[in-house]
């Protein structure tokens, strides 16, 4: 079974917990350290198992390199971390991951643990001073590899950059699994930017970033390809986010894909994950050209009116309208039937002649969260086009298109 150790930080003084696994595996490692590595591995874990070993977390010791292995997997995603310990015998064992994690969660710190496995059994005992867990084990052989890309396409990735481009776009995909494609975020990454979109039907994110750093590797089988597109799960992204938050300092993180396959890999953690086959829907085809109608609002003003106004829009259709006719004053309102209504006033930029707009206003409000310039520019055509946000100062090349909303006179 081909298992990863990775390297990581030297343990300082710490409490420790004594561990003692079947094949009489003796393992001395620290306690926060063992509590850090369950909580990230066990969002792998599936909550609905078809077998039950997926339901439980791999635990390896390496005498070799004195590290400690954990890997969750649920034949989708896998993630796996390792960290240093005193390992006088190497040996393997498959942990229940809830038990596991609620157990060394509660421990207290400041006390050594021992983990005994009954070699007939897989029974597994965790003993503190203060009381003991007898836990049922299941042996690791049975426990499925994580799939390793080995051939096909790598590249090292800006962490920071990367990080821009999913925060910007992965609120826009689509909650509804009968969506599938719309479910994940589609990344394109080239010689010189990385191209990131999400949409859910309704709402379009984009977002170009300039990245020197996304760049093939010398030795990748796939030097002729111009480009790189894989659309990767939410669900997977939400971990992947953690994993480049915690390595934004560092110069690169490697990808490496092949066969609907993607594995993030930097320093001491790997998450694996299948990508979403299909087509992505051909997003550059939905922004219009040219608008007729262009405003410009300050950002936290519109973002703070809108929190107000969506109190009365929440309590029913969660439309707001804007209403462009006094000059420099745009009029946003909800009204919301048998309950009342709310309206309120924000500065605006525009020349021409009145225009009324209605949307989503949760669609507004978190495409423009993520919008970091003092202002923000709509683009429209008519009432039931779509309308684009752009930020005014566009240094990552943002753009949010959002349906706008029907609405009776």
């Known amino acids: 079974m081909k298992r990863i150790i990775f390297n990581c930080n030297n343990l300082e003084n710490r409490p420790n917990i004594e561990i003692k696994l079947r094949n009489q595996m003796d393992i001395v490692c620290n306690q926060n350290e063992f509590n850090y590595a369950i909580q990230l591995v066990s969002k792998a874990v599936s909550t609905r198992p078809t077998h039950p070993i997926l339901a439980n977390l791999l635990l390896t010791a390496d005498q070799g390199t004195n590290k400690i292995s954990l890997t969750g997997f649920d034949l989708n ?8 310990a005193n390992v006088n015998k190497s040996g393997a064992i498959t942990i229940p991951s809830k038990l596991l994690s609620e157990i060394v969660n509660k421990l207290p710190s400041e006390t050594p643990v021992s983990l005994e496995v009954d ?3 897989d029974n597994i005992l965790i003993k503190s001073d203060r009381g003991s867990f007898n836990l049922k084990g299941i042996q690791s052989d049975d426990y499925p590899n994580l799939p390793f890309v080995e051939s096909g396409t790598s590249l090292n990735i800006d962490p920071s950059s990367f990080l821009k481009a999913l925060k910007l776009t992965i609120f826009a995909s689509s909650t509804d699994d009968s969506k599938q494609l719309l479910t994940g975020v589609n990344f394109t990454f080239n010689l010189k930017y990385l191209e ?3 949409t859910d039907g309704h709402r379009l994110a984009v977002v170009l970033v300039g990245n020197e750093e996304n760049l093939y590797d010398k030795e990748s089988n796939s030097n002729d390809q111009e480009n790189l597109s894989v659309t990767i799960p939410t669900r997977s992204l939400r971990e992947i986010e953690k994993l480049v938050s915690l390595r934004s300092s560092e110069n690169s993180i490697k990808l490496f894909y092949d066969k609907g396959q993607v594995v993030f890999i930097s320093s001491n953690q790997i998450i694996t994950t299948r990508t979403l086959e299909g087509s992505y829907p051909n997003y550059p085809q939905l922004i219009p050209d040219s608008f007729s109608k262009i405003f410009t609002f300050n950002t936290k003003k519109l973002i703070e009116a809108l929190e107000r106004i969506a109190v009365l829009a929440d309590q029913q259709s969660s439309v707001v309208k804007i209403k462009l006719e006094e000059k420099d004053l745009a009029l946003i309102s909800a009204e919301a039937q048998d309950i009342g209504n709310a309206y309120e006033t924000v500065p605006v930029s525009f020349d021409f002649d009145q225009f009324d707009i209605a949307f989503n206003v949760r669609y507004l409000l978190e495409g423009l969260k993520v919008i970091s310039s003092q202002n923000v520019i709509f683009k429209c055509n ?7 946000l752009v930020p005014e100062d566009s240094v990552n090349a ?3 298109l959002v349906m706008p909303v029907q609405v009776r006179s």
């Open 77 to 84: 995603l896998g993630i796996q971390t390792s960290f240093e």
């Open 119 to 121: 070699e007939s059994s």
């Open 196 to 198: 990131s979109a999400a």
């Open 382 to 388: 008519l009432p039931t086009t779509p309308a684009v």
């Open 398 to 400: 943002f753009t949010y």
